[in-house]
């Protein structure tokens, strides 16, 4: 349950960071690492969550994927494992009850980052980026982001992320509790384009 580990492993230099969302892509993760030279670190989740991808899909290592997307997006949502599967769940309710439309990014690796996936989708979606992440803000898919974009003057990057010392419970208790789940992201969403 360590909300601290991307953090730690982002700082050991040369160290290949996964964070695969279902059992496809943990599977691809795997492979990776095994073919990886240097330290690896796999970070899986603990729900059983849906498989999203197919048994064809590729995998790279520092390659995200764009898992929604339409013309009218209004902006980017970025996240891995658990958190994927929440913002993809705010998609589809902003888009059937809102009529808002945006767009979900899986990042696979953390680290390194897809800075180049990151803003092109970022700029195609009018700037704005949230990051959700089961992790604490410090040193997490948050403040990655906020680096790869940190040159990059028309984009904000606004991180939803878990504070506070975690505790045990169901895991859909625990996002809403920290609120990072589909329902605040749903309200995350609506802040930002209101503002």
């Known amino acids: 349950m360590a909300l601290e580990d991307l953090a730690m492993f982002r700082a050991v230099p040369n160290c290949t960071i996964f964070y695969p969302s279902d059992a496809i892509s943990t599977e691809h993760a795997v ?4 073919n990886t030279e240097g330290m690896c ?3 899986t989740s603990r729900p059983a969550t849906a498989v999203i991808y197919t048994a064809y899909e590729n995998f790279e290592v520092g390659r995200a994927k764009v898992v929604r ?3 009218n997006d209004k902006l980017t949502v970025v996240g891995a494992g658990v958190t994927l599967h929440e913002a993809l769940a705010a998609a589809d309710d902003l888009s059937k009850q809102e009529d808002i439309s945006i767009r979900v990014i899986d990042l696979f690796t953390v680290k390194p980052l897809d800075a180049a996936t990151i803003i092109s989708n970022a700029k195609a979606t009018g700037g704005q980026i949230i990051t959700v992440e089961d992790h604490s803000s410090e040193g997490g898919i948050g403040e990655a982001v ?4 940190s040159m990059e003057p028309d984009i904000l990057v606004h991180q939803l992320a878990v504070s506070g010392v975690p505790r045990s419970g169901r895991p859909s208790e625990l996002l809403s509790m920290f609120g990072i789940s ?5 309200m ?3 802040c930002v384009l209101m503002n």
């Open 146 to 149: 906020c680096a790869a974009v």
């Open 182 to 186: 589909a329902r605040h992201i749903i």
């Open 41 to 43: 670190y796999i970070r």
């Open 31 to 34: 492979l990776l690492a095994a």
């Open 188 to 190: 995350a969403v609506k």
């Open 69 to 71: 997307n339409g013309v």
